[in-house]
């Protein structure tokens, strides 16, 4: 898994956030929405990309889309960070093979 061709794949949208900020929450668009659309990205091989649909499958949309928010801070720097860093940390886990059990 190459972090960086995987970063080139990724979409970002930023979007008015609720919650915190009083007036200057209706100015800013702080929430991040990161989209990944696994069936057309070139930074994972094909088996990779099998074991993410079925790993991640009640997360992916009927086209195979990944889409996280982040919306924990006024920054859309740091939202943008945050969304980045669980994107990755969800693939790092999700890619892992569990160990072949050995009988005791």
Not at 30 to 59: G, Q, V, Y
Not at 83 to 103: D, H, S, V
Request: charged fraction near 30%; hydrophobic fraction near 30%.
């Amino acid at each position: 898994m190459n972090t960086i061709e995987i970063l080139k794949d990724l979409n970002f949208k930023a979007t008015r956030s609720s919650g915190a900020g009083g007036q200057h929450v209706n100015k800013t668009s702080s929430k991040i929405e990161l989209t990944f659309d696994l069936e057309n990205s070139n930074s994972l091989s094909d088996t990779e990309k099998a074991r993410l649909k079925t790993t991640l499958s009640s997360k992916l949309t009927k086209e195979n889309v990944l889409i996280l928010f982040c919306e924990e801070t006024r920054s859309q720097h740091r939202n943008k960070d945050i969304a980045i860093k669980r994107f990755l940390e969800l693939l790092k886990t999700n890619l892992a093979r569990p160990k072949k059990r050995r009988p005791t």
